[in-house]
């Protein structure tokens, strides 16, 4: 204490009557006080020094971080457990409030508070790298989790969706964007300037393809309709109670002759997919 080993702390008896005190009770007294000194010192010591030795104040409580937009979220009507999620998915970087419309906020308040957790968690789990209309993704998820419920089935996390990291080195080698809603994968429309660099293409350029098997997405679909020529884009109709595509797709090519030869390609390599060519 000051400095002093505890050894060295000495009891100061009050003035009253301390010849009263048995010696017995006196020597429990001392090392009462002696017990109590030795805990204050290494609490204070515990306090004010870390790891390194260094004299630090710990801070005794955290206060909770919150974005700039969560009294708006709150004025918007959102309770607050809902609110507090949503502001944990702007903290996480993954979404901001500028990406949301009011629609798809009205949408999330007329949820109640448990459908309204659950819908922002899928929304979080969610790949939301290629999401470019965040709004209404999360609106499609909202959707989603409405007709699962009145199908009576529990809200369970989607079956696996494509590899990511293929998907990603798809994207690098053709320099092609990936547009993901909730019904939807678009890749590219339009592709880039390198690949074609006039203007959209017209009728009998697109293919419709079908018996795509549930589980196949762009790092296996692209590489294989690229051989018969430039894609201007690639739309993969997914499921959004499953979270694998409805087994077919369209195909648009930049010109008729790689649309045509994309049906050739297919029917004399003997493919488990069919085309029909929209003329």
Request: hydrophobic share 35%; glycine share 8%.
């Amino acid at each position: 204490v000051g400095g002093r080993p505890v050894s060295a702390v000495r009891p100061v008896w009050c003035s009253w009557q301390p010849a009263a005190l048995p010696p017995r009770v006196l020597t429990r007294l001392y090392v009462y006080v002696c017990t109590r000194v030795q805990m204050t010192t290494e609490a204070m010591a515990t306090e004010q020094m870390n790891g390194n030795g260094i004299e630090e104040s710990i801070e005794t409580s955290t206060a909770l971080v919150r974005s700039e937009h969560y009294q708006t979220l709150l004025t918007a009507g959102l309770p607050r457990k809902v609110a507090d999620k949503l502001d944990e998915i702007y903290l996480a970087g993954l979404v901001s409030h500028s990406d949301l419309d009011e629609r798809a906020l009205d949408a999330l308040r007329e949820f109640n508070e448990e459908g309204a957790l659950s819908v922002l968690q899928q929304f979080k789990e969610s790949d939301l790298s290629h999401v470019q209309n965040k709004s209404a993704f999360l609106c499609g998820v909202m959707k989603t989790y409405r007709q699962r419920e009145k199908q009576g089935s529990k809200v369970t996390d989607a079956n696996k969706g494509p590899d990511e990291t293929k998907i990603k080195a798809l994207l690098e080698r053709t320099g092609y964007t990936l547009d993901v809603t909730t019904g939807q994968r678009k890749y590219g429309g339009p592709p880039p300037d390198a690949v074609h660099s006039g203007p959209q293409p017209n009728s009998g350029t697109e293919i419709f393809v079908g018996k795509i098997p549930r589980d196949l997405f762009e790092d296996e679909l692209v590489p294989l309709f690229e051989k018969a020529g430039p894609i201007w884009d690639l739309r993969l109709m997914m499921d959004p109670l499953t979270g694998l595509n409805r087994g077919y797709a369209f195909v648009t090519f930049c010109s008729k002759d790689s649309a045509q030869e994309a049906v050739k390609l297919v029917r004399f390599c003997n493919c488990y997919i069919y085309y029909n060519l929209f003329l």
